[in-house]
């Protein structure tokens, strides 16, 4: 009888969660929007003889709402925490040469078109642009109550490759490593990276660990665009039989091409095994209670016979 009662109890939980949630989806509407772009990006290659470009992306409304569409242009700088639009740079030389501002109900499409011009005084062969997609969904106040409006954000990146004097630089401005981690628990490196060059730094590396008896290498690999304040993170777990002080050296190779500059950093990380921690956390005690003469309640005796 008990247990048929605990069988009733958890049913009548859980059919009133889904009742409230059912009611929560009529009172609170949610509404799902979607883009999808066609291309999804673009690479030019302008010089002297040819410093314009032109192109026309196809926006699409996958969602299930007529959504109101804004389009922008932007710089775009990314790494492995941000996604950072901004109004210079190559987003000045891009013009949008189609409205801005339209609607797209579900299923339907609209064309954007554009032009890229570079300034003849500009020697970066690497730049990244972006046309930028914002939509919200329509009518979203004909409802009563509170509403939930999904928007979305939809990035077209425009790659430009331009001539102009190749300069590779690219340096560690700062950088921070974990001071002390436990088995199994990834410590994080993290390096802000500076690109003062003219060109992009393709950038492989590794981070080589090595301590009393164990050593680990973690792997690098990423990019940088010129301008680009860049923050780079990767992380590395201690094994079970990790322990003690290992010097944890840094080794970022870079160039447009090929890999002939080098950026390194140094630091030092303690690491803590668990093992030492289950046998400080169980002895300490022992010790402590058999100094202060505490007798233990259970005594094993092996006799022999």
């Known amino acids: 009888m008990e247990v048929n009662n605990i069988k009733k109890t958890t049913i009548s939980k859980i059919l009133a969660i889904t009742l409230i949630l059912g009611l929560l989806g009529a009172i609170i509407p949610v509404y799902a929007t979607g883009l999808l ?3 999804p ?6 010089d002297s003889s040819n410093p314009t470009g032109s ?7 996958i969602g299930e709402e007529t959504v109101n569409v804004t389009i922008e242009k932007k710089r775009m700088l990314k790494d492995d925490l941000h996604l ?3 109004d210079d740079g190559i987003a000045e030389w891009i013009t949008i040469t189609s409205p801005t501002n339209f609607t797209l109900a579900p299923g339907q499409s609209a064309k954007v078109a554009f032009k890229i011009t570079a300034p003849e005084n500009f020697d970066y062969n690497d730049a990244v642009g972006a046309i930028v997609a914002n939509a919200v969904p329509q009518n979203t106040d004909s409802k009563p109550g509170l509403t939930v409006v999904q928007g979305i954000q939809l990035v077209i990146p425009i790659a430009v490759g331009l001539p102009g004097s190749i300069v590779n630089s690219l340096e560690i401005t700062d950088h921070s490593a974990p001071q002390v981690l436990l088995s199994f628990i990834p410590g994080v490196f993290t390096y802000e990276l500076d690109n003062n060059g003219t060109v992009y730094a393709n950038v492989t590396g590794e981070i080589k660990l090595n301590g009393l008896l164990n050593s680990a290498t973690v792997p690098i690999e990423t990019g940088v665009y010129p301008g680009d304040n860049y923050t780079l993170q990767t992380k590395w777990a201690p094994g079970f039989f990790d322990f003690g002080f290992y010097s944890a ?8 091409y090929q890999p002939d500059n080098t950026v390194t950093t140094h630091d ?4 803590i095994p668990v093992w030492l921690i289950i046998i400080i956390g169980i002895g300490v005690p022992v010790w402590y209670l058999r100094r202060k003469g505490v007798k233990f309640p259970i005594k094993i005796k092996i006799q022999r016979k």
């Open 268 to 271: 030092t990380v303690l690491v």
């Open 249 to 256: 050296d840094t080794t970022l190779n870079y160039g447009r």
């Open 37 to 39: 772009a066609t291309p």
């Open 84 to 86: 950072e639009l901004t």
């Open 55 to 61: 192109g026309e992306v196809t926006i699409k409304n």
């Open 41 to 46: 990006q673009f690479q030019y290659k302008l």
